[in-house]
């Protein structure tokens, strides 16, 4: 017989989202996707995700590509969509971050209680606090059924992997800027 896919969420489409909504799609899942970027729209598409979609204005972001804080009107639509969809996954990856500031809580309480028991919460933004109102940095923990996990790090929990990228960008480095012996 076949399984049904897991339904899952991905909060923040940078370097580290858009990698989880492909590693996520590519092990068979359904993946949805939310940014406040409007740029992020084309490339989570890309990806075969669907993204999650508010009204969303270049004022989201700075000219360097990165998020910037909402106004209150903005947090509570954001808040609706994020609730809704919570409702209905089975894992939320969670990334989003502002540069140089705490991450901004995206996950209220209310929204994991109203979770499907089983489901999880990954939380990569844990070293900046989380997005995650329950988020505990360092810790796995279980609410009412939900796993929330906010190890810190997890890059260097797969060493293997993390070496191998670093190596290979190095090596890309390395060839970009040493032409005939030469730097």
């Known amino acids: 017989g076949t399984i049904k896919p897991a339904h899952v969420l991905i909060i923040g489409a940078g370097v580290a989202g858009l990698q989880a909504i492909a590693t996520a799609g590519r092990l068979g899942a359904k993946v949805e996707a939310f940014d406040v970027r409007p740029a992020a729209r084309e490339q989570v598409e890309s990806l075969g995700a669907k993204f999650i979609y508010m009204d969303l204005d270049d ?7 990165y998020a910037v804080e909402m106004d209150e009107e903005f947090i509570r639509k954001e808040m609706e969509l994020l609730h809704e969809a919570s409702k209905r996954v ?4 969670t990334t989003a971050l502002i540069f140089g500031k705490k991450a901004p809580i995206l996950i209220k309480d209310y929204m994991i209680n109203d ?3 089983g489901s999880c919460i990954i939380d990569l933004a844990a070293d900046n606090g989380g997005n995650c109102d329950l988020t505990q940095p360092g810790e796995i923990i279980n609410h009412k059924g939900v796993t929330i996990d906010g190890r ?3 890059p260097s929990q ?11 960008n190095i090596s890309k480095l390395l060839s970009e800027i040493i032409k005939n012996g030469k730097i």
């Open 90 to 93: 089975d894992a939320i990856i």
């Open 158 to 168: 797969m060493p293997h992997h993390a070496s191998q990228m670093l190596s290979k």
């Open 152 to 154: 810190l790090n997890l």
């Open 59 to 65: 004022s989201s972001e700075t000219e360097s590509g």
């Open 115 to 117: 979770m499907q028991t």
